[in-house]
C-alpha cells in the first residue's frame, strides 16, 4: 500500500492560486492512478482529478480549466495547481491512490486505495 502525504493548503481570496503536493512512499507509485479528491464540511467526497502512469489525466467539470495536476516520479510526487479559486472550492483536500482515474474523479470516489490525511483549502469571497 502507498503512503501519502500532503502539504501547501492555507487561505486565500477567491481568484487566487494555490499549490497542492502530495509525496508518496511505500507501493510502486506509479502502478496506480494518482489523484486528489475534496471534502468540505457536511458534505460527501467528490473527486478532483486524477493522472494515470500513462500521464493521462481527468478532472471533475468543476475544476476544468482553473485546476491542473501533475507528477513528478523522479520525485514520487503529485502535484495539484489550483488557479481562479472560488468560495466553494473551500475543503479538506486528500492525495488518493486509486485503480482507476474514472473512480477517483466520480462525483463519489470509488475504488481508492489509500488517501492521505489531506490539507485544508479555504477561499474566502
Known amino acids: 500500500q502507498v503512503q501519502l502525504a500532503e502539504s501547501g493548503g492555507g487561505s486565500v481570496q477567491a481568484g487566487g492560486s494555490l499549490r497542492l503536493s502530495c509525496v508518496a512512499s511505500g507501493s510502486t507509485y506509479s502502478s496506480y492512478c494518482m489523484g486528489w479528491f475534496r471534502q468540505a464540511p457536511g458534505k460527501e467526497r467528490e473527486g478532483v482529478a486524477g493522472?494515470?502512469?500513462?500521464?493521462?489525466?481527468r478532472y471533475a467539470d468543476f475544476v476544468k480549466g482553473r485546476f491542473t495536476i501533475s507528477q513528478d516520479n523522479a520525485k514520487n510526487t503529485l502535484y495539484l495547481q489550483m488557479n481562479n479559486l472560488k468560495p466553494e472550492d473551500t475543503a479538506m483536500y486528500h492525495c488518493?491512490?486509486?485503480?482507476?482515474?474514472?473512480?477517483?474523479?466520480?462525483?463519489?470516489?470509488?475504488?481508492?486505495?489509500?488517501w492521505g490525511q489531506g490539507t485544508q483549502v479555504t477561499v474566502s469571497s
Open positions: 493522472i494515470d502512469d500513462r500521464g493521462i489525466t
Open positions: 488518493a491512490a486509486a485503480v482507476l482515474c474514472s473512480g477517483l474523479t466520480a462525483t463519489s470516489p470509488r475504488g481508492l486505495d489509500s
